[in-house]
């Protein structure tokens, strides 16, 4: 009986493999190599040392641009900042590329950011001014793993 209910019978003997089966071997021709028809495939070898481990290139021939992220800081008094949504930062990226001067509106009309003052202000009560810094490296503060944006002068010298 089956634990599953019902009852398991087997009738006849086990399975067997045909008798015209025979196991690949190196002495098989289908795996020789010396065979030219059925030789495997062998690229030219690659200046690229990571080519054949699977592992991405490691060339610098394609390498993309830096992502530029902008943060801002809650508290003036702690080294603590935080990212800007995404659509947020690619506004800001956007409004910084082209010059802009005017407020940028940020977080739903919440809150105006001032590129050329570095300042995130609100805009429906009176509060704290937070700083901005646009972003694209970073250090670790302390040994817990918070991450903190380089200045942008910094940064800049980086890229």
Same mark, same amino acid.
């Given at each position: 009986?089956?634990?599953?209910?019902?009852?398991?019978?087997?009738?006849?003997?086990?399975?067997?493999?045909?008798?015209?089966?025979? !196991?690949?071997?190196? @002495?098989?021709?289908?795996?020789?190599?010396?065979?030219?028809? @059925?030789? =495997?495939?062998?690229p030219p070898p690659s200046?690229?040392?990571?080519? =054949?481990?699977?592992?991405?290139?490691?060339?610098?021939?394609?390498?993309?641009?830096?992502?530029?992220?902008?943060?801002?800081?809650?508290?003036?008094? =702690?080294?603590?900042?935080? !990212?800007?949504?995404?659509?947020?930062?690619?506004? +800001? $990226?956007?409004?910084?590329? @082209?010059? $802009?001067?005017?407020?940028?509106?940020?977080?739903?009309?919440?809150?105006?950011?001032? +590129?050329?003052?570095?300042?995130k202000k609100s805009v429906?009560?009176?509060?704290?001014?937070?700083? +901005?810094?646009?972003? @694209?490296?970073?250090?670790?503060?302390s040994p817990e793993g918070?991450?903190?944006?380089?200045? $942008?002068?910094?940064?800049?010298?980086?890229?």
């Amino acid at each position: 009986a089956s634990p599953y209910g019902g009852s398991v019978s087997m009738s006849g003997p086990p399975p067997t493999l045909p008798s015209s089966y025979n !196991p690949p071997n190196s @002495s098989s021709a289908a795996y020789n190599s010396s065979n030219s028809s @059925s030789a =495997a495939y062998n690229p030219p070898p690659s200046s690229d040392p990571y080519a =054949a481990s699977g592992f991405p290139s490691q060339s610098t021939e394609s390498t993309e641009d830096v992502l530029i992220h902008w943060f801002f800081k809650p508290k003036a008094d =702690a080294e603590v900042w935080k !990212p800007f949504g995404v659509d947020d930062s690619f506004l +800001i $990226e956007a409004a910084h590329q @082209s010059g $802009e001067s005017s407020p940028i509106p940020v977080c739903g009309t919440r809150y105006d950011v001032y +590129i050329r003052e570095r300042l995130k202000k609100s805009v429906y009560w009176s509060g704290q001014e937070m700083e +901005i810094r646009r972003c @694209s490296w970073f250090h670790k503060l302390s040994p817990e793993g918070r991450w903190v944006p380089y200045e $942008e002068s910094v940064a800049a010298k980086l890229e």
